[in-house]
């Protein structure tokens, strides 16, 4: 799960443009939603980073 998390911070720092530090802290609030995604492994980690980025780009 962690090598996991740290795909997920480098696709948003890299193709998001996301500061690590804040792309950490995205992964940590919606840690709940990740666990969820990998444990069914019903999305990659391009498709999680790009639901997150929707998740906050509403908010």
Do not use: G
Not at 14 to 25: F, L, V
Not at 42 to 54: C, P, R, T
């Amino acid at each position: 799960m962690l090598v996991f998390s740290t795909k997920i911070i480098n696709r948003l720092s890299k193709y998001y443009n996301i500061n690590k530090d804040d792309a950490r802290a995205i992964v940590e609030d919606e840690w709940d939603y990740i666990e969820q995604e990998f444990v069914s492994q019903d999305s990659s980690v391009e498709d999680i980073a790009k639901e997150l980025i929707s998740i906050y780009m509403v908010a």
